[in-house]
């Protein structure tokens, strides 16, 4: 890593006191189907394609297809993605999934880092423990607010990072 | 993820449309000294063949709408728009 980064780190990011970032991400299914099937793609396992949908009100349906014995079959949860900083929570709004969270924590193992957690019908992506995060986790304490919301076929991540 | 990205970059970030980031920065000035320091031991080091594939981050010069900079109790103040 970069020295001058590495100090900045180093001193908690002090040197910055004062600096403010907002900003705001659509992100498009199109982009996040590309970005989960190349992550397969890199890592053949029994998860062999994604067909994600976003819908309105925070809704999600993560269409996966799963190799079961010698076929493959599609499963299509619904998920409800909301934030608390700096924590993003998936919660399974289809019921008839609500037993099937087996495909979650293949999913997890599969392709997703650790830092996520499932409990019950929820599933939790704890940024501060994403090992690719590790350097920076002490800057990630001043991320102060971290929205999701969507509107039919984008998800909208919001942020506001301030050091004082 | 390289790739992707390196695809964002040659279709003119068109998957990302609507992005925007607004940024206040104020960078002290030991800050400065030491990427000073830093450009100048590499300045004065004889050049590594660049074996880097990084993507090439040029384009997105594009999107800045905004970059000012200013001096304030000695600090450099950035303030950079960015959307696309």
């Given at each position: 890593?970069?020295?001058?980064?590495?100090?900045?780190?180093?001193?908690?990011?002090?040197?910055?006191?004062?600096?403010?970032?907002?900003?705001?991400?659509?992100?498009?299914?199109?982009?996040?189907?590309?970005?989960?099937?190349?992550?397969?793609?890199?890592?053949?396992?029994?998860?062999?394609?994604?067909?994600?949908?976003?819908?309105?009100?925070?809704?999600?349906?993560?269409?996966?297809?799963?190799?079961?014995?010698?076929?493959?079959?599609?499963?299509?949860?619904?998920?409800?993605?909301?934030?608390?900083?700096?924590?993003?929570?998936?919660?399974?709004?289809?019921?008839?999934?609500?037993?099937?969270?087996?495909?979650?924590?293949?999913?997890?193992?599969?392709?997703?880092?650790?830092?996520?957690?499932?409990?019950?019908?929820?599933?939790?992506?704890?940024?501060?423990?994403?090992?690719?995060?590790?350097?920076?986790?002490?800057?990630?304490?001043?991320?102060?607010?971290?929205?999701v919301?969507?509107?039919?076929?984008?998800?909208?991540v919001?942020?506001?990072?301030?050091?004082? | 993820?390289?790739?992707?990205?390196?695809?964002?970059?040659?279709?003119?970030?068109?998957?990302?449309?609507?992005?925007?980031i607004?940024?206040?920065?104020?960078?002290?000035?030991?800050?400065?000294?030491?990427l000073?320091?830093?450009?100048?031991?590499?300045?004065?080091?004889?050049?590594a063949?660049?074996?880097?594939?990084?993507?090439?981050?040029?384009?997105?010069?594009?999107?800045?709408?905004?970059?000012?900079?200013?001096?304030?109790?000695?600090?450099?103040?950035?303030?950079?728009?960015?959307?696309?």
């Amino acid at each position: 890593m970069n020295t001058v980064l590495q100090g900045l780190l180093s001193r908690n990011l002090a040197d910055l006191n004062g600096t403010y970032v907002t900003g705001s991400l659509p992100v498009p299914e199109k982009v996040l189907n590309d970005i989960a099937n190349a992550k397969i793609a890199e890592r053949p396992g029994r998860i062999k394609q994604f067909a994600i949908q976003v819908g309105a009100d925070n809704y999600v349906q993560l269409g996966i297809r799963v190799s079961v014995g010698p076929f493959t079959k599609w499963f299509r949860p619904e998920v409800i993605v909301t934030t608390e900083t700096p924590v993003i929570l998936f919660t399974i709004a289809s019921p008839e999934y609500a037993g099937l969270m087996w495909l979650a924590e293949l999913f997890a193992r599969e392709l997703l880092p650790s830092g996520v957690r499932i409990d019950g019908r929820q599933i939790t992506l704890d940024l501060r423990e994403v090992p690719q995060v590790a350097p920076y986790r002490r800057a990630l304490s001043y991320l102060k607010t971290l929205r999701v919301s969507t509107r039919p076929g984008t998800l909208m991540v919001g942020f506001e990072f301030r050091i004082d | 993820m390289k790739e992707w990205l390196q695809k964002q970059i040659d279709t003119g970030f068109n998957d990302l449309k609507g992005l925007s980031i607004s940024a206040h920065v104020p960078v002290q000035d030991q800050v400065i000294n030491e990427l000073l320091a830093q450009a100048l031991t590499g300045l004065s080091s004889p050049a590594a063949p660049s074996v880097s594939k990084a993507p090439d981050l040029r384009s997105l010069v594009q999107f800045v709408k905004k970059a000012e900079v200013h001096a304030k109790d000695g600090a450099l103040v950035i303030d950079v728009d960015i959307s696309v």
